[in-house]
């Protein structure tokens, strides 16, 4: 019996780019396991000649499997690094790949979350905002850059951090399948999350200065005095007080409140 | 592309709002009189949009929106739109009126778009026991072409679904908005657009401020240390 090939750096490359639609067929049940067995099969097909093992090794990995996205990588080298293993006679049977696959995906999962989606993702899209209030038009009457800055600004904030992630998670996935707690503990995501964290602030009390100081300068250029100011602060005070109220007693329904808040200003204005 | 981003797994932040809304605004072309328009509306509408549908709990929790194509539906409409009404809704007051129409119009599409997306996951369901079929069966490239397959429904729903409410947008714009004109003053697109901002402000501060941890410190330090700047560099005229 011949012994299975060893892995090549290109196989892991492309597992790599594959991990990319990790979520094309997400289903409740399944969640991103036909993305992972997808992505795996660049290793499938350089481990094991036969159509028959190779259908085999894509069942493996066609179950349940949820793990942050971003971070997929990291268990996609895991599982290359113990199917080679397996392929190559190693003691690896398919209930010590689950296994491994699980217990890293869990702890990835729980720290990926809220890094990538609760801090870093909003934290993009706040540097994309500051970009319009720091940056001013070229020519007030001519064609405004910012429409291609402000985006550009918010994707390489967000890819210069998530980025790395993606790209050295197959590898230093597969060069620590041994060892998974000095792989966790080399991403340091719980310190990446509290610099974000306090970064998102500092940038969100940026912008409240930025648009009230805005607002100082406009509110009253005929000098009209503190009621015309009170009247024109006061759709704006009532706004934000509103959101931020509403969304503290009825969190992640801040679209049916900014719906509703703006039904109500229209009844409003229509009477007064 | 957007739908893409979001649902096949690219993840790139290039399913954001504010990044779909200026791009949107960027390759539509309603026309060299409105090229002034087309740049700007699409910022505003994208700032807000950003800040209103940012939801800053675990995606396990958060209700099914699509924020994808929300920049990029509310966007169209308000440019075309603008383009198709401006006898009878002329552009006043710095173009807000399709700001805020734009905005709400992403906000009801992200809703929409958001029912859509799981009746979507539904069925890719059913693709699934194919799937293991061909395991099964071995045939590995037929998988790879089931998932690629997969791939190009969320691309071509996500075109389809853009292109589809834009229309519906427009066309709801043109046949409602042209009776409403006298109901449509300055003033009154004014509130409104104090409203959205507020509530994109207060909106802002629940994802940055109220959910992390030390937040309102750094917030503060955040504010006081622009407003110093501003008066060191602007000499007090913000």
Not at chain 2, 51 to 56: A, F, H, I, K, Y
Not at chain 2, 120 to 125: F, G, H, I, Q, V
Not at chain 2, 198 to 204: E, P, Q
Request: proline share 7%; glycine share 12%.
């Amino acid at each position: 019996m011949t012994q299975a090939p060893s892995l090549r750096g290109a196989d892991l490359a492309k597992v790599t780019s594959r991990s990319l639609y990790l979520q094309a067929l997400f289903t409740s049940e399944r969640q991103q396991g036909p993305g992972f067995a997808f992505a795996l099969l660049p290793v499938i097909r350089r481990l094991y000649p036969g159509s028959e093992d190779r259908g085999r090794a894509l069942g493996r990995h066609l179950g349940f499997f949820g793990t942050h996205p971003v971070l997929a990588g990291y268990v996609l080298g895991v599982a290359a690094r113990l199917e080679e293993r397996r392929a190559q006679g190693g003691p690896v049977d398919e209930d010590g790949i689950e296994r491994a696959k699980r217990s890293l995906a869990s702890p990835l999962a729980a720290l990926g979350d809220p890094l990538f989606w609760v801090t870093l993702r909003p934290l993009a899209g706040l540097v994309g905002i500051l970009g319009m209030a720091f940056l001013p038009p070229a020519d007030p009457s001519g064609p405004d850059p910012r429409v291609l800055v402000c985006p550009l600004l918010a994707l390489l904030t967000y890819n210069a951090v998530a980025l790395p992630f993606r790209v050295a998670g197959v590898p230093r996935g597969y060069a620590l399948a041994d060892d998974p707690v000095t792989l966790l503990r080399s991403l340091k995501l719980a310190g990446w999350k509290q610099v974000l964290d306090r970064v998102g602030a500092f940038g969100y009390g940026t912008l409240a200065a930025l648009v009230l100081a805005a607002m100082s300068g406009s509110v009253d250029p005929l000098g009209r005095g503190p009621a015309h100011v009170a009247s024109v602060l006061a759709p704006f005070v009532l706004g934000a007080v509103g959101a931020a109220a509403g969304l503290k007693r009825w969190p992640g329904r801040g679209v049916e409140i900014a719906l509703a808040a703006l039904l109500l200003a229209l009844i409003v204005s229509t009477r007064v | 592309m957007l739908a893409t981003d979001r649902g096949a797994g690219w993840n790139l932040m290039l399913s954001q709002p504010l990044v779909g809304a200026c791009l949107a605004g960027a390759l539509l072309n309603p026309g060299p009189q409105w090229e002034l328009w087309a740049l700007r509306i699409p910022i505003g509408v994208g700032v807000l949009l950003q800040l209103l549908l940012t939801d800053p709990a675990l995606p396990a929790a958060q209700r099914p929106r699509d924020a994808a194509t929300a920049g990029v539906i509310g966007v169209s409409v308000a440019l075309l739109g603008l383009e198709r009404l401006h006898p009878s809704l002329p552009v006043s007051t710095g173009g807000i009126l399709w700001v805020v129409i734009g905005t709400i119009t992403g906000l009801l599409v992200a809703i929409a778009g958001g029912w859509m997306d799981r009746s979507a996951r539904a069925a890719t369901a059913s693709r699934l026991a194919r799937a293991d079929d061909l395991a099964r069966e071995g045939r590995v490239a037929s998988f790879e072409a089931l998932f690629w397959g997969g791939v190009f429904r969320i691309f071509l729903r996500g075109a389809i679904w853009s292109a589809g409410a834009t229309a519906v947008g427009v066309a709801l714009s043109v046949a409602f908005l042209p009776h409403m004109a006298l109901l449509v003053t300055g003033p009154r697109t004014g509130l409104l657009f104090a409203v959205i901002m507020g509530l994109a402000l207060g909106a802002g501060w629940h994802t940055h401020v109220r959910a992390r941890s030390s937040g309102v410190r750094w917030a503060a330090i955040g504010a006081l240390t622009t407003l110093i700047l501003l008066l060191r560099f602007r000499g007090g005229e913000p």
